[in-house]
């Protein structure tokens, strides 16, 4: 079955320090991965996204990502955490085969930077 | 400029009462999506529509409905068959890559 764990349901870093938010998948074929970010009572924002080539990938507000097929891991990194980076991050992932375009989504990790 | 708007953000109902999320979008995307989030459970897909006039069922579609008479436009209705409306709903439409654009949220409440 096609899935996405994010195993941490919270993360809590000091600011200035590095942070990790864990995310891996199972899907068959290769798959289109992402990452969304979500502040309280607000819509989820469009952080960053990979499809295929180089296995670290560069967002938006200084996050990245590295795609690891071996582990099937899509972890997402800042290498200095802000305490504005305090939020709900979601992991999702999408099929290739066929037309439909439905994403599966991993439950979330709650990211709190401690000033 | 360009984006997802939904309306409204706050909107409470009685029991019985159908309820309609407007949603609106200006990107010229053709797939349209309505997601409904609860605490701990993450998002869980209500209905998609990839083309004007043509919709699909997501995991959760019992108790709602919705149409897609306009490119633009994928309103939501909330029925009184829907056992536990009280959620938070997002709207969101989707680049060919699959990469979502969400709207800011409509927070139901059943009184």
């Known amino acids: 079955a096609q899935s996405v764990a994010q195993p941490e349901d919270q993360v809590n870093v000091a600011e200035g320090n590095p942070l990790t938010v864990k995310c891996t998948y199972s899907v068959s074929g290769n798959p289109y991965l992402f990452w969304y970010v979500q502040y309280p009572n607000r819509g989820l924002q469009f952080l960053l996204k990979?499809?295929?080539?180089d296995n670290l990938v560069k967002g938006s507000y200084g996050f990245e990502a590295e795609f690891n097929k071996s582990q099937t891991s899509f972890h997402l990194k800042k290498p200095s955490a802000l305490v504005s980076d305090s939020a709900l991050y979601f992991c999702a992932v999408r099929d290739i085969p066929g037309n439909n375009r439905k994403l599966i989504w991993g439950l979330g990790t709650s990211l709190a930077v401690n000033p | 400029d360009g984006g997802i708007t939904q309306s409204p953000k706050y909107l409470f109902r009685k029991e019985g009462q159908n309820v309609t999320l407007s949603c609106e979008q200006n990107?010229?995307?053709?797939?349209m999506y309505w997601y409904r989030q609860d605490p701990g459970q993450g998002l869980r897909l209500i209905y998609y529509?990839?083309?004007?006039?043509?919709?699909q069922k997501g995991d959760i579609a019992e108790g709602y409905s919705v149409s897609r008479e306009k490119k633009e436009s994928f309103p939501l209705t909330v029925t009184s068959a829907q056992k536990n409306p009280t959620a938070f709903y997002l709207c969101?439409?989707?680049?060919?890559?699959?990469?979502?654009?969400f709207g800011e949220g409509s927070r139901l409440t059943v009184l």
């Open positions: 990107l010229n995307h053709d797939a």
């Open positions: 969101a439409s989707s680049l060919q890559t699959g990469e979502l654009f």
């Open positions: 990979y499809i295929t080539g």
């Open positions: 529509s990839q083309i004007v006039n043509d919709f």
